[in-house]
């Protein structure tokens, strides 16, 4: 072989060797993104929720019987209470181990196990929960010296429809396999979603994603493209008993859930004792017929207490509220939602139908002694 064939072979591997380097370089960096780098950001903040919570069933005809000794020699008493294990996901917000969740994940528990992605194990104590808003605060003791891995929060209110966001969690209960959580990626679908009063929970201004939450995903965060979490991965819409993501899931927004975790860190709990002094029904066909509405929507003012914030703030028997602070009051649910979010000393912005005409009205909620 010439020398010459010789030194364009060489050149000929030298050169395809360098082309597949780069190639690879350049995979290697493509499938480096925005997404890839915000999981490897938050990743060990997420953690896994195991809880033991005690539920007490009550027999339906022991109201028929009560207590009566010549039944129960029959019956027995058949009320028994029964230890219950759940799952969910959670996210550490603090260097010193304080950890957000749902309270329908972790609220009624007697026993919290925390599963952090490096395998490691804490029982964590709950500083405080809120039934109505559906958050949950807890705390992990760490070690002397022992400082956690925490997430950013962002700003809610900035999220923009169609941004991509992740969810991350343990659906499914799979860190007991992985020790990793879960993500699914999604565009931002809608917000400012209310969904109806459940189980006296107050669902409101709910972030929508089409990213992925399944059973067990509940509790964990839902995070931007930069790595702050935006919202609490909450709901899913199912159809019929099953427990699958079938398009829809929603998040609590983290705006609404910094304001309860200071009163839960401050206090303990949620103080709602204030009151307004007025009695409402809902508005029927009759109603609106005879007032000359178009639709059979809103709340009829039935009676107000004399000297009450409503009777200063110059609300009347028979004003038909429409609006409390720019949302729609439709039916009692959404009246009964904005009342549940509530604390003494915040203002309403009151919109009544009166006369044929609609009526704005500065409402401020006041302590209850």
Known sequence: MS???????????IFDSTIAQNVNEEISHSRQNAITRTVD??????????????REYRDPFANFFGNDPFFNQFFGNRNYKQEVKGLGSGFIISSDGYVITNDHVA????????????????????????????????????????????????NSDEVLI?????????????????????????????KGMNLNVDNNRSYRGLIQTDAVINSGNSGGPLVNSVGEVIGINTLIYTAGVSQAYIGYGFA??????KTIIDELQTKGKVERNFWTGIDVRPVDVQIARYFGLKQAQGVIVSDIQKNSPADRAGLLIADIIVEINGERIITNDNLISIMQESRAGDKWKIKVYRDKKIVTIDLTLEKQN
Not at 127 to 141: E, F, R, S, Y
Not at 164 to 173: R, T
Not at 180 to 189: H, L
């Open 3 to 13: 020398k010459i064939l010789l030194s364009a072979l060489v050149f000929l591997l």
């Open 107 to 154: 609220g009624n528990a007697k026993q919290i196990t925390v599963t952090l992605t490096n395998g490691k194990k804490y029982q964590a104590a709950i500083i405080g929960t809120d039934l109505v808003t559906d958050v949950c605060l807890l705390k992990l003791a760490p070690e002397k010296g022992e400082t956690f891995p925490y997430v950013q929060l962002g």
């Open 252 to 257: 609590l927004p983290i705006n609404r859930v």
């Open 162 to 190: 169609g941004e991509w966001v992740i969810a991350l969690g343990n659906p499914f209960g799979l860190f007991d396999n992985i020790d990793k959580p879960i993500v699914t990626v999604g565009v931002i679908s809608a």
């Open 41 to 54: 950001a938050v990743s060990a903040a997420v953690v896994g929720i195991n809880v033991i919570e005690v």
